[in-house]
């Protein structure tokens, strides 16, 4: 059986655990904390990180920031996962979803501006796949209307987009804030876990107090007051320094991981873009101004129909393909909350969508077996 995923691990990970409880300090914020914190600082140039227990939580974190509040409105794509929705509607926010791009998943950066209003708060692009969306536009949509920008940036460790400027930038490190995730399904994991990204300095103290259930102990964990003290609203969001440890060791990996994940990524575009083509599926499309981090890797199908019968084909020869996010718009909590606009793009991709197994561990021989499997299915449809 080749899964559709299979967490990796670089061996470290235990050596780690043993280390951060050998130190005695194992609620977050700790060393492993540090470290996690200044890889990021480092590597990416982020002025301010926090670990959190996941995207989820960063998203979360994110809204508390915004004091987003009951009546607010926040635009985001409705092909995204929950967390970057729920969040904000915990915070009270209508959501007015956008559809996607006709080539691509990510929000149809032509579509925004139409759709805000007076209560517009925020955008929130999700970088697709790690696949970048058009920062320059969607900035200079917020900057003319004053709302802030979230990346939902979950998929887009080690992602880059590059702007009219011709500078390259790394993902998360652009909007106002950013929230990654590093969920054992993502390129960099710890079972469950995330971060937030702070780029706008507004932001900086407050999220270290809402980060802290609303305290702030980190402050005095810098021994720059004596004591602490309730402050503002908050939650508990820190990860233990057992997941902290656990995500250094894959962090540590980084190059490596990303070298391996570009290569399967690599492998199964050229042996599938002509058979894609020829069958009138499509492989994935990079915009220009987007960098390929090797998250995913997805075909999208003529319809429904022919996704259903590649998934149970490629089952027969024990192959485990998934389909991916159902439009928000449309679920069971929300279609009764949405406005009535048809988002037609979102809708083909919760169709038509099928990603291919994708993990670290996964050898050529599989890839091209997967290949191989894909060129000969029957197409019925
Ligand atoms: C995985 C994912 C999340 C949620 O991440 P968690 O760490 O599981 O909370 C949010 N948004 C997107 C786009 C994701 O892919």
Redesign the pocket.
């Known amino acids: 059986m080749i899964p559709f995923n299979k967490p990796f691990l670089s061996g470290k990970e235990l050596d780690y655990i043993k280390d951060a409880v050998s130190l005695g300090k194992l609620s977050g914020n700790g060393q492993y904390t540090r470290k996690c914190h200044g890889f990021f600082q480092e590597r990416y140039g982020f002025k301010k990180v926090l670990l959190t227990s996941?995207?989820?939580?960063a998203?979360e974190m994110a809204a508390m920031l915004l004091n987003i509040e009951p009546g607010d409105e926040v635009i985001m794509p409705s092909y995204?996962?929950v967390?970057?929705a729920n969040a904000f509607v915990l915070r009270g926010a209508t959501i007015v979803f956008a559809d996607s791009q006709p080539n691509h998943p990510g929000i149809d950066e032509n579509k925004i501006e139409e759709l805000i209003t007076s209560k517009t708060k925020a955008i929130v692009p999700?970088h697709y796949g790690g696949v970048a969306c058009d920062m320059d536009k969607i900035m200079a949509i917020a900057a003319r209307h004053d709302l802030f920008v979230v990346e939902?940036a979950?998929?887009a460790i080690d992602g880059y987009y590059s702007g009219k400027d011709g500078i390259q930038r790394p993902l998360g490190g652009i909007g106002h804030l950013a929230a990654f995730?590093?969920?054992e399904?993502?390129n960099i994991q710890c079972g469950?876990?995330?971060m937030l990204v702070i780029n706008d300095e507004r932001f900086m103290d407050r999220a270290e107090i809402i980060w802290e259930k609303g305290t702030n102990r980190t402050r005095f964990m810098r021994k720059e007051i004596d004591h602490y003290n309730w402050v503002d609203i908050g939650s508990s969001l820190l990860p233990s320094e057992i997941t902290a440890a656990f995500l250094l060791a894959q962090l540590e990996n980084l190059d490596d991981i990303q070298k391996k994940r570009k290569a399967i990524w690599q492998g199964y575009w050229r042996g599938l873009k002509d058979w894609a083509e020829a069958n009138s599926i499509r492989v994935p499309a990079i915009p220009r101004y987007a960098g390929n981090n090797g998250h995913l890797f997805y075909l999208l199908c003529k319809n429904l129909a022919q996704r259903t019968e590649l998934i149970g084909q490629l089952k027969e020869k024990h192959i485990q393909v998934v389909f991916h996010y159902l439009s928000l718009h449309k679920s069971p909590f929300y279609r009764g909350k949405h406005d009535g606009r048809m988002l037609p793009q979102s809708d083909r991709y919760s169709d038509c969508l099928l990603r291919l197994p994708f993990y670290f561990e996964l050898t050529g021989k599989e890839t091209e077996f997967i290949v191989q499997t894909l060129k000969t299915s029957k197409d019925q449809y």
């Not at 996941?54 to 939580?57: E, F, I, L, V």
Request: with cysteine.
């Open positions: 996941s995207c989820t939580a998203l995204t996962f967390s970057t999700v939902d979950a998929q995730s590093f969920h399904t993502k469950e876990g995330g």
